[in-house]
């Protein structure tokens, strides 16, 4: 497609479920990116792949958070034991290169009841 | 480390007013980028406009331009004419020149009245 495509949408879980975010890229783009939005709060950032790189994890807020990159390309964000304060909207971003603006997906909405 | 600073949660204007937005951060660093962002109810973050911080020049990008102060920190956005689908969140960002990741402002909700 021509933008970053996340899926799903909206999704909703119970406390202590695991759960699978999804970010594909714009294709080329080498950069990966993954931020938390929680309700009125600007994005704070969990984690950035670049490449063949070892991904800079500096922003993941705990051991229960993971992503990993196949193949240079889609993502996945998981969340182990999901808590209440994981609820938030997860946006990706890609760009072609470091030094070029990051371009965003509409981002996943997580409701951990 | 460094942090981005939006004074304004809310502000309003009326359609073919103009709008500047403020922004603050903090940094000890001299080569770094600033931005602005877009994010409309559809979520998505749209980049507005980018400035490289060895740049004097204050950057635009149409009905969009910047005040860029380097020396005092600050880097707001003025919106002239505004138009109803201006009306969204607005986040300022930084970016180092050594790193990757975007830090963000909390927002300012911007409200078009016709």
């Known amino acids: 497609g021509a933008g970053v495509s996340q899926s799903p949408s909206n999704k909703v879980t119970e406390k202590g479920k695991d759960v699978e975010l999804r970010c594909d890229p714009i294709?080329?783009?080498?950069?990966l990116y993954w931020y938390r939005q929680s309700l009125g709060q600007g994005l704070e950032f969990l984690i950035y792949?670049?490449?063949?790189?070892?991904?800079?994890k500096s922003g993941l807020p705990s051991d229960r958070f993971s992503a990993e990159r196949t193949g240079g390309s889609v993502s996945t964000l998981t969340i182990q034991r999901t808590q209440q304060e994981d609820s938030a909207v997860y946006l990706c971003?890609?760009?072609?290169?470091?030094?070029?603006?990051?371009?965003f997906g509409d981002g996943t909405r997580l409701s951990i009841l | 480390a460094q942090t981005v600073t939006q004074s304004q949660p809310e502000m309003s204007v009326q359609e073919a007013e103009t709008v500047t937005l403020s922004c603050t951060y903090d940094?000890?660093?001299?080569?770094?980028?600033l931005f602005w962002y877009k994010q409309p109810p559809s979520r998505q973050m749209i980049l507005v406009i980018r400035?490289?911080?060895?740049?004097?020049q204050n950057a635009t990008e149409n009905r969009f331009s910047v005040n860029f102060q380097k020396a005092a920190k600050s880097f707001s956005l003025k919106i002239s004419d505004s138009q109803l689908g201006d009306a969204a969140m607005y986040f300022c960002?930084?970016?180092?020149?050594?790193?990757?990741?975007?830090?963000f402002g909390t927002g300012t909700r911007l409200q078009v009245f016709p």
């Open positions: 294709s080329g783009h080498t950069a």
């Open positions: 960002a930084y970016r180092s020149y050594y790193t990757d990741k975007l830090i």
């Open positions: 792949f670049q490449g063949n790189s070892a991904p800079d």
């Open positions: 971003a890609s760009s072609a290169r470091d030094d070029q603006p990051q371009h």
């Open positions: 940094t000890s660093e001299s080569d770094y980028y």
């Open positions: 400035q490289e911080a060895y740049k004097q």
